[in-house]
């Protein structure tokens, strides 16, 4: 599985983007997709994930701000991000989480894209 973000970049507080993430290889409808972000000096953390069914989940601290959404159809995940502040910079990354009878799950990452949100 291979995974391409894009769309990181450079905005004011209050401000929006949107994150792209392509997703190539053999992988299962079924896995679970999302993004985390790590922050300067911080551990990776979750941000939010989306089912194949289109369930989603978010971070407290993102809820109501952004909005993740998945197309099957072109293998891409979505992340929506609004009123961006500046807490929120941090390179962000795809996830892809392939899940298995009768194994531990195995993450798969992309390369991360840089989202600094200046006051």
């Known amino acids: 599985v291979q995974l391409q973000a894009s769309g990181g970049g450079l905005v004011q507080a209050g401000g929006s983007l949107r994150l792209s993430c392509a997703a190539s290889g053999r992988y299962f409808r079924s896995d679970v997709m999302g993004w985390y972000r790590q922050g300067p000096g911080k551990e990776r953390e979750l941000v939010a994930t989306?089912?194949?069914?289109?369930?989603?989940n978010y971070a407290d601290s993102v809820n109501g701000r952004f909005t993740i959404s998945r197309d099957n159809a072109k293998n891409m995940v979505y992340l929506q991000m609004n009123n961006l502040k500046v807490e929120d910079t941090a390179v962000y990354y795809c996830n892809l989480k392939e899940t298995r009878p009768l194994r531990a799950p195995v993450d798969y990452w992309g390369q991360g894209t840089q989202v600094t949100v200046s006051s």
């Open positions: 989306v089912s194949d069914g289109g369930s989603t």
